[in-house]
């Protein structure tokens, strides 16, 4: 019962490790699979549309061979709010690749203006394919009829449900901006050299815009998911630390029910250095037993929570070493929280305990 408390407060910290630790590496093997450009321009806060001026003074760029833009935009279908994203046709296909489940790289780079691509899993889950039309309603209060060309596997939601030509989102869904711009690089081009003369020409009039290679970009996203992970670590650890303090109160009652059988233990010849050591493993002892406990529930909840996620490329990641820095913690909780309780049972008078009751 006492180390419930603690078991749950550790069970919510492991789940939300491990599942952020699984967006992590999924956005991460994402970028792995999908960006085949050297480069990416993005908005310092990551999520923000940056100018269009940027990828033009990139262009300008020497080794510098194909710059394509990717934009975000909101629409409603049936009901629903879905994520448009726009892209053009003619350079995209050099810089992403899409795990294709109907159609192919000619599907993309021959799209029409009012052909879509959609994801596979939320195509399926509105009984949609190939050659069916689907109507979207735009920010800008209007009906737009696309035409299914493709599905594809969209690992990690990169693209949204629905993935149009970037003139439709710019003349039918008001997007003005791009979200981020991909460079590929001319074959035998310096990649670091390259990055830092466009980082120098793109920060001179754009400083809000980022140049990046793919590990950046990997670590500006984990960074990112780090934040908000931070932000959930100090809210659950006032929850650890009231399971401590039921374990502080625990040991206080204990201490006080037995101090018969403490004052025996001491008269038979236990130290109070020994009395102190048993009160500590006992507390270590009930804070493990938490630990663990939280720990196996964290991870099967992770589990449970992350299946239905499989079909957007979503994939479980187990942090090793975070989880066994989260139990040896439990641990030395449980040494702080046996201080107090452990310093009162080697205080006690042994005559007096003895004669208790």
Same mark, same amino acid.
């Given at each position: %019962?006492?180390?419930?408390?603690?078991?749950?407060?550790?069970?919510?910290?492991?789940?939300?490790?491990?599942?952020?630790?699984?967006?992590?590496?999924?956005?991460?093997?994402?970028?792995?699979?999908?960006?085949?450009?050297?480069?990416?321009?993005?908005?310092?806060?990551?999520?923000?549309?940056?100018?269009?001026?940027?990828?033009?003074?990139?262009?300008?760029?020497?080794?510098?061979?194909?710059?394509?833009?990717?934009?975000?935009?909101?629409?409603?279908?049936?009901?629903? $709010?879905?994520?448009?994203?726009?892209?053009?046709?003619?350079?995209?296909? $050099?810089?992403?690749?899409? =795990?294709?489940?109907?159609?192919?790289?000619?599907? /993309?780079?021959?799209?029409?203006?009012?052909?879509? #691509?959609?994801? $596979?899993?939320?195509?399926?889950?509105? =009984?949609?394919?190939?050659?069916?039309?689907?109507?979207?309603?735009?920010? /800008?209060?209007?009906?737009?009829?696309?035409?299914?060309?493709?599905?594809?596997?969209?690992?990690?939601?990169?693209?949204?449900?629905? %993935?149009?030509?970037?003139?439709?989102?710019?003349?039918?869904?008001?997007?003005?901006?791009?979200?981020?711009?991909?460079?590929?690089?001319?074959?035998?081009?310096?990649?670091?050299?390259?990055?830092?003369?466009?980082?120098?020409?793109?920060?001179?009039?754009?400083?809000?815009? $980022?140049?990046?290679?793919?590990?950046?970009?990997?670590?500006?996203?984990?960074?990112?998911?780090?934040?908000? #992970?931070?932000?959930?670590?100090?809210?659950?650890?006032?929850?650890?630390?009231?399971?401590?303090?039921?374990?502080?109160?625990?040991?206080?009652?204990?201490?006080?029910?037995?101090?018969?059988?403490?004052?025996?233990?001491?008269?038979?010849?236990?130290?109070?250095?020994? %009395?102190?050591?048993?009160?500590?493993?006992?507390?270590?002892?009930?804070?493990?037993?938490?630990?663990?406990?939280?720990?196996?529930?964290?991870?099967?909840?992770?589990?449970?929570?992350?299946?239905?996620?499989?079909?957007?490329?979503?994939?479980?990641?187990?942090?090793?070493?975070?989880?066994?820095?989260?139990? #040896?913690?439990?641990?030395?909780?449980?040494?702080?929280?046996?201080?107090?309780?452990?310093?009162?049972?080697?205080?006690?008078? %042994?005559?007096?305990? #003895?004669?208790?009751?």
């Amino acid at each position: %019962v006492t180390a419930a408390a603690l078991m749950i407060g550790l069970a919510v910290v492991v789940f939300v490790t491990v599942f952020a630790a699984g967006i992590s590496s999924s956005i991460g093997n994402a970028i792995d699979r999908n960006f085949q450009g050297d480069l990416v321009l993005q908005h310092t806060d990551g999520f923000s549309p940056i100018s269009p001026g940027a990828a033009r003074a990139a262009e300008q760029v020497d080794g510098v061979r194909t710059v394509s833009s990717l934009s975000f935009a909101g629409g409603v279908y049936r009901g629903s $709010d879905i994520r448009v994203s726009g892209v053009d046709p003619a350079t995209v296909s $050099d810089v992403l690749s899409l =795990d294709w489940e109907k159609g192919s790289p000619a599907t /993309l780079s021959s799209l029409p203006l009012r052909g879509a #691509v959609l994801d $596979d899993a939320w195509a399926n889950s509105k =009984d949609l394919g190939v050659g069916d039309r689907i109507t979207v309603r735009t920010p /800008l209060e209007r009906n737009v009829t696309l035409t299914v060309e493709g599905t594809v596997k969209d690992n990690a939601d990169l693209l949204g449900n629905v %993935v149009t030509t970037e003139q439709l989102l710019r003349t039918a869904f008001a997007t003005r901006n791009p979200s981020m711009t991909f460079i590929q690089l001319a074959p035998g081009a310096n990649a670091n050299a390259v990055q830092q003369q466009i980082s120098q020409a793109v920060d001179q009039r754009f400083p809000t815009v $980022d140049t990046l290679n793919q590990q950046e970009l990997k670590d500006n996203q984990e960074e990112q998911i780090n934040q908000l #992970v931070g932000f959930f670590y100090v809210l659950l650890a006032l929850a650890i630390v009231i399971s401590l303090l039921g374990i502080v109160t625990t040991l206080a009652l204990s201490i006080h029910e037995r101090t018969r059988e403490l004052g025996l233990l001491r008269a038979v010849g236990m130290s109070r250095r020994q %009395v102190k050591r048993l009160v500590r493993y006992e507390s270590v002892i009930t804070a493990l037993i938490g630990a663990i406990l939280g720990t196996i529930l964290g991870i099967i909840f992770a589990i449970l929570v992350s299946r239905p996620l499989a079909d957007e490329g979503f994939e479980l990641s187990y942090p090793v070493g975070t989880l066994i820095i989260l139990l #040896v913690l439990a641990a030395l909780a449980g040494v702080l929280a046996a201080i107090f309780p452990a310093r009162r049972a080697a205080r006690l008078d %042994v005559l007096q305990a #003895v004669a208790y009751e």
